[in-house]
């Protein structure tokens, strides 16, 4: 895992459509804080996706399972 993580990032405006397709009602807002976090949230998740992936390749698996992303938390938690 010496190799760089490539820049994961996600537009405000997908984040904000994607978490206003689940409201139940049309009145509900949502903060431009608010989309951030969720923004900073996806972006942790698919880090932890794409490092989980390459511990699998670097196995010889075809399928990533639970053990992958154990493997890989410690690292991921040393990034905050």
Known sequence: MAEMDAEVAFKKETVRKLLSTFFKEDKTKLSGEAVL??????????????RSQKQAESEDCHQVDIEHFEK????????F
């Not at 969720?38 to 996706?49: D, G, H, R, W, Y």
Request: net charge negative; no cysteine.
């Open 72 to 79: 890989i938390l410690p690292q991921l938690l040393l990034d």
């Open 37 to 50: 976090l969720m923004a900073e949230m996806l972006k942790v998740f698919v880090q932890a996706a794409v």
